[in-house]
């Protein structure tokens, strides 16, 4: 009998039917990774499953817990077999974790919430928890909150607090999504090691088949919240049978991209950037001494973990923020404390995320009017302007919430480029969405650097992405330059150690998902 085992499970929402019939099963001990694009189902199926989804929706069929019944079980039965039996690890941890306790409070609740224990012995267990997760210092930061935590130190929290009680079943719900490569592979490498020493079934869930490639036993892939494909990883990734599943690996695989042209005309030239922030106790560097160009029509991709100063360099490139010391100057013209009114229609920015960065309370028309209002220009066909991004005409008179990620991404690249800038800055901009719809937006930007000549400055902690888009990297760590070079020959013969270290964090290489 399979440790957690669901069939036929159906989950309706009024008149829509979310998840039609999903079944799986993983044993003690086994990795069973589900896959699907946003809007597939997974974490529906999950939660339908597992009794949180509450009156929200119409919940049939099975899913049991080592022989006992979830579905239709009382809401004091799946609170006792919640936290003890079952342990969960969600994608956000700053979400799910409170603010205003501490680290070590947080994980003690998930033990006190079924068992009463003395309080010496509690904070005891919680330091080992901490320390066995891979916190350091585990005695001292127990007292910490949220906020003085990393993400990917965060998640290590959540992590303690779903393995506290030796769960029969740990759920991790997106659980590296939007972490750095480098915390992403020690995430897998810790949920890998927990599972063994405590002999859990693990269901881990994504939207990345590169992500659970080195994880998974067994593979389901949901699509329209119906299984498509179900097997064995290895049979799966050697032979996938479904096109979806074909559609989903070849979004994964990346190759290091051989610029076309290696002698451009410099374009951007940034100078011995510094970027200092300094309070009364400390003073912080983010960026230190960096110099680098970016030629005209080339992409060139910044790199490097969470605090590395990527984001920063692109602050400071386009005008958003004003440098400690050094020098911007765009075709020659140089700028610093922001970016002259005659130079802005040149440089544009592209955000990570789309939600965020466009006004829900205006249609994409108004949106896209906007640049040419701000600069007293003309406002063009506007139905022209969309269909450059792929996206058809009707679009234009929706909101923003109307859209989905990849498609308000999109309305975020269409309205950057609508002035023809020389340089786009992006963001992450591709962070947040799923890889088929990473692997579009990516294709987009490459053919409209080709169509328009513009340059991208294009700022990610992806190496796979990187390869896909850039000519050029430039490996950040910690606010240095450690690398630079054309793409595919760092990636094939990096000369950093650090380089190499986030090049083997990239989710796949073991499979042959990376091409250099």
Known sequence: MATFEVENLRVRFGDTEAVRGVSFAVDAGQTLAIVGESGSGKSVSLLAATGLLGGAGEVTGSARLDGTELVGASPGALRRLRGKDIGFVFQDPLANLHPLKTIGKQVGEAITAHERVRRTVLRRRVVELLDEVGIREPHRRVDDYPVHF??????????????????????????TTALDVTVQASILELLQRLQREHGSALVFVSHDLGVVSDIADDIVVLRNGEVVEAGA?????????????????SATRHK??????????????????????????????????????????????????????????GRIVSGLLKPTAGTVALGGEPYAAGVPAALRPRIQVVFQDPYASLNPRRTIRAILAEPYVIHQRPTPDLGEA????????????????????????????????????????????????DVTTQAQILALLRRLRDELDVSFLFISHDLGVVADLCDRVLVLSEGRVVEDGITSEVFAAPSDPYTQRLLDAIPGRKRGLLHV
Do not use: C, W
């Not at 290590?156 to 009680?165: D, G, T």
């Not at 990883?233 to 690996?249: G, R, S």
């Not at 680098?292 to 590395?308: H, R």
């Not at 009707?394 to 309205?415: F, T, W």
């Open 256 to 313: 290091a991209v051989t610029p076309k042209k290696e002698d451009r005309p410099v374009l951007l030239e940034a100078r011995n950037l510094t970027q200092r922030y300094t309070s009364r106790k400390r003073s912080v560097t983010a960026v230190d001494d960096v110099s680098f160009d970016v030629g005209a029509g080339e992409i060139l991709g910044v790199v490097g973990e969470s605090g590395s100063g990527k984001s920063t360099i």
């Open 233 to 249: 990883a290895d049979e799966i990734y050697a032979a996938p049978a479904h096109p979806y599943t074909v559609e989903l690996l």
């Open 386 to 433: 969309v269909r450059r991004v792929d996206l058809p005409v009707d679009v234009l008179d929706r909101y923003p919430a109307q859209l989905s990620g990849g498609q308000r991404q999109r309305v975020a690249i269409a309205r950057a480029i609508a002035l023809e800038p020389d340089l786009v800055v992006a963001d992450e901009p591709v962070s947040s969405l």
């Open 150 to 175: 990393s993400g990917g130190m965060r998640q290590r929290a959540m992590i303690a607090a779903a393995i506290a009680l030796n769960p029969k079943l740990l759920i991790a719900d997106e659980a």
